[in-house]
Nanobody, 126 residues
């Protein structure tokens, strides 16, 4: 059974940075598509960034392009989300997700992923 554990969330002022980590256990991590999602109170969960198993392709929602970067270390079974130039609208619970297949057109869709972490809170104050 695949388990995902996120860490790295916290409170930061606007313009600051945070790096989220997600450690994956179980399954075959090196063949797993990984993604980060976020959900703010009263809003739907949205895809933020995704990465292919070998790290060769990454996908981002428009709102974070140029500010966030997803990466992975397959030796450590870990995926990262580096978040720079944070804005108050980035405040949300951030979730790590894993899936066995993620076509490019669905890389940021919640339905693509069947394993989820418990989330880590990110709060950005202006």
């Amino acid at each position: 059974q695949v388990q995902l554990v996120e860490s790295g969330g916290g409170s930061v002022q606007a313009g600051g940075s945070l790096r989220l980590s997600c450690v994956v256990s179980g399954g075959t991590y090196s063949r797993t598509f990984m993604a980060w999602f976020r959900q703010a109170p009263g809003k739907e969960r949205e895809g933020v960034a995704a990465i292919t198993p070998n790290g060769g392709m990454t996908y981002y929602t428009d709102a974070v392009k140029g500010r966030f970067s997803i990466s992975r270390d397959n030796a450590l079974n870990t995926v990262y989300l580096q978040m720079n130039s944070l804005k108050s609208e980035d405040s949300a619970m951030y979730y790590c997700a894993a899936g066995s297949w993620a076509p490019s057109y669905a890389a940021l869709n919640t339905d693509t992923y069947n394993n989820w972490g418990q989330g880590t809170q990110v709060t950005v104050s202006s």
